[in-house]
Nanobody
């Protein structure tokens, strides 16, 4: 059974940084693209960042480009999201997800992800 467990969320002031981690098990982690999504109160869940199975390609939402960095360590079955210069509008529950196709492309569409973590809360105060 595939499990994705996020950690690293918390409360931070605007301009601060957080690093989220997502530990994966139950699937050959190194052969699947991974993504981070977020859902703010009263809003739809949205794509934040994605990374290819090898780590060689990344994709970012315009709202986080230049501030967030996605990376992965296939030896540790873990994907990371480094979030810098955080803004109050980044407040949301952050989810990691595994793309459904082996060696699939990095994509932003949620329907292309089949396993999801439980989420971790990020709150940015102004």
């Amino acid at each position: 059974q595939v499990q994705l467990v996020e950690s690293g969320g918390g409360l931070v002031q605007a301009g601060g940084s957080l690093r989220l981690s997502c530990a994966a098990s139950g699937r050959t982690f190194s052969t699947y693209a991974m993504g981070w999504f977020r859902q703010a109160p009263g809003k739809e869940r949205e794509f934040v960042a994605g990374i290819s199975w090898s780590g060689g390609k990344t994709l970012y939402a315009d709202s986080v480009k230049g501030r967030f960095t996605i990376s992965r360590d296939n030896a540790k079955n873990t994907v990371y999201l480094q979030m810098d210069n955080l803004k109050p509008e980044d407040t949301a529950v952050y989810y990691c997800a595994s793309e459904r196709r082996k060696f699939g492309a990095v994509v932003a569409a949620q329907d292309d992800y089949d396993y999801w973590g439980q989420g971790t809360q990020v709150t940015v105060s102004s």
